[in-house]
């Protein structure tokens, strides 16, 4: 492995349990890879704009606009950096049952036709196979069981988004009940270290 792509979303700064999370697994995977290169977007402090009428046409339609160039310029340049990289570890935290909207903004921008997916006879194609990408999702409640599990908008949507540019190879690291008190926070990130420690030691999927 030679690229890590890092793709933090949090608003909550330094405090941020996602960060966190994402952080260690990027110093377990460079110690996997000692040479890795790493690219960090740091979403919560400095988004991507959000779409607008005046700039839409840099992602869906013919640029010609200085704004709609400016977005196709940056949207190569995000379609770039996750096309080199071989992982991508995202920090994504539950905000209203979904994603934050820094990190809708950037998919947004790397789901392209013709560059991150195609459209075939047989339907849509993912374009970016052959990566790994590790997605840390932290909760302030309880979703990955009982019966919040069916207002979990978060995982499902991440993983159709991945997998629809062709990110098939997804390892969701959760960290719940962070607003049950520091405790049982303290508590669900020691398990969620562990078990980036087990991921980051497993073999990629297209490999194995
Ligand atoms: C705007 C906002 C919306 C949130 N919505 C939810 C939610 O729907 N469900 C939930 O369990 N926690 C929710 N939370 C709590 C966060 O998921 C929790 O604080 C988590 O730690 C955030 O991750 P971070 O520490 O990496 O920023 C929300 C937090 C914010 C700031």
Redesign the pocket.
């Known amino acids: 492995m030679t690229n890590i792509l890092v793709v933090n979303s ?3 700064g330094d ?6 999370l994402v952080e260690e697994a990027v110093q377990r995977l460079l110690k996997a890879s000692p040479g890795a290169t790493v690219i960090h977007r740091d979403l ?1 402090n400095e988004p991507v704009p959000h779409l607008t009428t005046a700039t839409v046409a840099g992602v869906r339609g013919v640029p010609a606009t200085d704004a709609e160039l400016a977005t196709r310029a940056l949207s190569d340049e995000l379609i770039a950096e996750l096309r080199a990289a071989d992982a991508v570890v995202i ?1 994504a ?6 994603i ?1 909207t820094g990190l809708k903004a950037w998919f947004d921008y790397v789901l392209r036709a013709g560059e991150t997916f195609s459209y075939s006879e047989s339907g849509p194609q993912g374009l970016l196979a052959g990566k790994r990408a590790i997605v ?1 999702e ?6 990955s069981e009982g019966p ?1 599990r069916a ?1 979990d908008f978060q995982e499902p949507y991440l993983r159709q988004l991945l997998s629809f540019i062709g990110i098939t190879d997804i390892v969701f690291v959760h ?2 009940k ?2 049950f008190g520091a405790e049982v926070r303290e508590a669900a990130l020691t398990t969620a270290k562990a078990k980036v420690a087990t991921v980051v030691k497993q073999p990629y999927a297209d490999a194995a």
């Open positions: 949090s608003v909550l405090g941020s349990a996602s960060k966190i919560g920090g935290p539950m905000y209203n049952f979904s934050p840390v932290t909760r302030g409640g309880h979703y919040a207002f960290v719940e962070i607003a």
